[in-house]
């Protein structure tokens, strides 16, 4: 059984508890990062624990501690759960007050629960590039904010997987893709990786800010802009980006074989240099 932490205690998970009253459970008035485990170490600690602090004070909440002791409770839980490829789940919320929509006046106790989830093989080449439906994007307009309001990619992800894809990406009424289900969304033209701009519309990947940062090292072309359905079915490659899937070819979207039809060329690469950085930084 896992050791997981709520509140300050680290418990086996079967005893973890949060009240009925838990506006993140009524009103999803929460916050949550993924931090990926590699060779039992955390990739990008210090980007995940900003964009936390980011994501808290959009909704006027503090930081429930501060990094270090946030980074301690991660280690004692990786150690604890002895984890050596997986990831470590974090949520924040605004704590129980009495139902209302108005933010509790008084200061209410955050609710902070961590746990882990071991994924063995997490870093293994992919075999093959994800097929990726394409569907509405229905989210609400602040999704820079790492909310745990989560119901819309959910049913995207299950409407793609019905009709036989692996993942969605998701476009805006003129037709231009905003990003994946929970990953950010490239294409490749020749030489150029294309993703959409940062704004209110995507989540601010931290992967996507390094890999960003890797292909600019490498001297690879990066144009940060909205980039369109028909556009993307006809590039040379495509890929996604995300803390527990690092860089993913996509090799299908909306049923139209990107380039060739398998993995590309730059995905590979920026896979790699991304996981050689990642695994040299890891905490
Ligand atoms: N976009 C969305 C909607 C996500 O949910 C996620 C991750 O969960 C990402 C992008 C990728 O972000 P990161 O690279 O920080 O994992």
């Not at 992800?157 to 905003?178: F, S, V």
């Not at 990786?193 to 690879?220: K, S, Y």
């Given at each position: 059984m896992r050791t997981v932490y709520v509140n300050g205690d680290y418990l086996p998970e079967s005893e973890g508890r949060v009240s009925i009253f838990d506006r993140g459970f009524l009103f999803a008035d929460g916050v949550y990062e993924v931090t990926t485990v590699l060779d039992g170490k955390l990739v990008d600690f210090d980007g995940h624990a900003a964009r936390l602090e980011r994501s808290l004070r959009e909704l006027?909440?503090?930081?429930?501690?501060?990094r270090d002791a946030l980074l301690e409770v991660h280690h004692r839980l990786v150690a604890e759960n002895d984890i050596d490829e997986g990831l470590v789940y974090l949520q924040v919320t605004r704590g129980a007050a009495?139902?209302?929509?108005?933010?509790?006046?008084e200061e209410t106790e955050q609710t902070v629960v961590l746990f882990t989830q071991a994924k063995p093989?997490?870093?293994?080449?992919?075999?093959k590039g994800l097929s990726v439906d394409l569907q509405p994007?229905?989210?609400?307009?602040?999704?820079d904010i790492k909310t745990v309001q989560l119901l819309y990619p959910s049913m995207a992800k299950m409407a793609a997987k019905r009709a036989g894809h692996d993942d969605a990406w998701m476009h805006e009424p003129g037709g231009t893709i905003t990003e994946g289900t929970s990953n950010n969304a490239y294409i490749v033209k020749g030489n150029t990786i294309v993703t959409r701009q940062l704004g209110n519309e995507i989540l601010h990947g931290i992967t996507r800010a390094a890999v960003l940062r890797l292909a600019r090292e490498a001297q690879m072309k990066v144009e940060e802009r909205a980039f369109t359905v028909e556009e993307a079915q006809s590039a040379d490659e495509a890929f996604v980006t995300s803390a527990s899937t690092f860089v993913m070819p996509v090799t299908s979207i909306g049923g139209k074989a990107v380039g060739d039809g398998q993995p590309g060329r730059i995905a590979g690469r920026l896979r790699e240099i991304y996981l050689d950085e990642a695994r040299a930084k890891a905490l």
């Amino acid at each position: 059984m896992r050791t997981v932490y709520v509140n300050g205690d680290y418990l086996p998970e079967s005893e973890g508890r949060v009240s009925i009253f838990d506006r993140g459970f009524l009103f999803a008035d929460g916050v949550y990062e993924v931090t990926t485990v590699l060779d039992g170490k955390l990739v990008d600690f210090d980007g995940h624990a900003a964009r936390l602090e980011r994501s808290l004070r959009e909704l006027d909440m503090p930081m429930p501690m501060t990094r270090d002791a946030l980074l301690e409770v991660h280690h004692r839980l990786v150690a604890e759960n002895d984890i050596d490829e997986g990831l470590v789940y974090l949520q924040v919320t605004r704590g129980a007050a009495d139902r209302d929509f108005a933010y509790p006046a008084e200061e209410t106790e955050q609710t902070v629960v961590l746990f882990t989830q071991a994924k063995p093989g997490l870093a293994k080449a992919p075999e093959k590039g994800l097929s990726v439906d394409l569907q509405p994007d229905l989210r609400w307009g602040r999704r820079d904010i790492k909310t745990v309001q989560l119901l819309y990619p959910s049913m995207a992800k299950m409407a793609a997987k019905r009709a036989g894809h692996d993942d969605a990406w998701m476009h805006e009424p003129g037709g231009t893709i905003t990003e994946g289900t929970s990953n950010n969304a490239y294409i490749v033209k020749g030489n150029t990786i294309v993703t959409r701009q940062l704004g209110n519309e995507i989540l601010h990947g931290i992967t996507r800010a390094a890999v960003l940062r890797l292909a600019r090292e490498a001297q690879m072309k990066v144009e940060e802009r909205a980039f369109t359905v028909e556009e993307a079915q006809s590039a040379d490659e495509a890929f996604v980006t995300s803390a527990s899937t690092f860089v993913m070819p996509v090799t299908s979207i909306g049923g139209k074989a990107v380039g060739d039809g398998q993995p590309g060329r730059i995905a590979g690469r920026l896979r790699e240099i991304y996981l050689d950085e990642a695994r040299a930084k890891a905490l």
